[in-house]
């Protein structure tokens, strides 16, 4: 793999991985869409219904032997988490901006750093220590001009939590996703991470789903396909050069954000968000050159 990586241009390897950023962007425009007309659990159940086919159908194609004991509890265990990421995340970017939920959720990396450390036993260093101070004076900052002045949605702040709580459990997703990528390859870990949340939030489909109406088929899908295609460009592109090349071009999610947000839903991004955003990406950034693993994207694995 780094003889690939060392003889290929990185400029291809760039290219795609901005396109893979905007189709994950614009799922999560659409995502906000369908959160606002079914509701953050029905648009996760139903996601994970049709992502599951997909997955299912493509990994079955390909004939993989099926997964061992080890591999199977990684799976079971990260769909769990990974059930809660998006719980959260569709219910917070319900409730915020578009631009303000995505600057918050790039505070995961410097989460998983200290959660490495914790779990893998990694030494955290200085850089990652003033990286995390950065990250978290953006935090504040976008924090302070929500409700700095007193005025805001009753349901923000609730949003800005389930937010920040579902970048934590992202974060330790992040850190399972490099013990799941040693037993399983990455069709095989989109798959059973879909089918184990589709599992879960099946089992409370009696009280709480609800059937679509025709013509909200198309956003479901639209979300579904996005998902796959922006992550499977993501790893076609890391597959091909150096994070250090890419890792970069993932914050572009909150030009678009701001984008798409505006464009779809009226939204305004006022000067602290932009600050803070701008804060938490040089946090990033900086701890990315210490750990550029736990910065990667999770493959193909989109629930």
């Not at 609730?158 to 399972?176: D, K």
């Not at 890419?246 to 984008?259: D, G, K, M, R």
Request: proline fraction near 5%; hydrophobic fraction near 60%; aromatic fraction near 12%.
């Amino acid at each position: 793999m780094s003889n690939i990586r060392n003889s290929t241009s990185p400029l291809l390897p760039i290219l795609v991985c901005l396109a893979g950023v905007f189709l994950l962007s614009a799922m999560d425009a659409a995502v906000k869409g369908l959160v606002l007309t079914i509701g953050a659990y029905n648009a996760l159940l139903w996601r994970s219904v049709f992502a599951s086919i997909a997955a299912g159908t493509a990994w079955k194609a390909t004939k993989q032997t099926r997964p061992d004991a080890n591999a199977l509890r990684l799976h079971i265990q990260r769909g769990i988490v990974m059930c809660f990421v998006g719980l959260l995340f569709f219910w917070g970017v319900g409730r915020l901006p578009l631009a303000e939920a995505i600057a918050l959720s790039f505070v995961a990396p410097l989460v998983a750093l200290f959660m490495a450390a914790i779990m893998l036993g990694e030494r955290i260093g200085r850089s990652v220590i003033l990286a995390s101070i950065i990250g978290m004076v953006g935090v504040v900052i976008i924090l302070f001009g929500r409700f700095g002045a007193g005025n805001y949605a009753p349901d923000a702040l609730l949003g800005v939590v389930a937010i920040l709580a579902s970048a934590f459990f992202y974060a330790y997703n992040l850190v399972l996703t490099r013990r799941q990528s040693l037993v399983a390859k990455p069709l095989e870990v989109v798959f059973f991470t879909n089918l184990v949340a589709l599992v879960l939030l099946g089992a409370a489909a009696p009280w709480f789903g609800l059937w679509p109406a025709p013509d909200q088929w198309a956003p479901i899908i639209g979300v579904t396909v996005l998902a796959l295609g922006g992550h499977a460009m993501l790893s076609w592109a890391y597959g091909r050069t150096e994070a250090q090349y890419l890792i970069p071009t993932e914050y572009s999610a909150f030009v678009w954000a701001i984008l798409l947000g505006w464009f779809f839903f009226d939204e305004a991004v006022g000067a602290s968000t932009v600050a803070g955003a701008v804060l938490i990406t040089l946090g990033c950034l900086l701890a990315s050159r210490s750990k550029p693993k736990l910065a990667e994207p999770i493959e193909v694995a989109a629930i």
